[in-house]
């Protein structure tokens, strides 16, 4: 049997990144590694920063601020380590 980690290793996507994924679709973080793992291998890299960034408007909505400063940690790492979109969009 594959593990979580096994998973996430092989997702191309942080803990963190999947657990946004997973806040924002209701879907558990297998569920969300999956889909996660998708929308990175077919050009998805723009929707993923936009469920991050939804994340981080529905915290700041709940004045749990704490939570979305960890969510612009988030959406910075992912911005940096996936760089195919703005290089694609550039093109």
Known sequence: ?????????????????????????????MIAIALGHYMITHDGEQKIKSIIMDDIDKAEREKNYQHAEMLRKVLKHFIATHPEHHAKKAA
Do not use: K, R
């Open 1 to 29: 049997m594959i593990t979580y980690e096994e998973c996430l290793e092989l997702s191309d996507l942080t803990a963190d990144e999947v657990d946004a994924i997973a806040e924002h679709e209701h879907v558990t973080s």
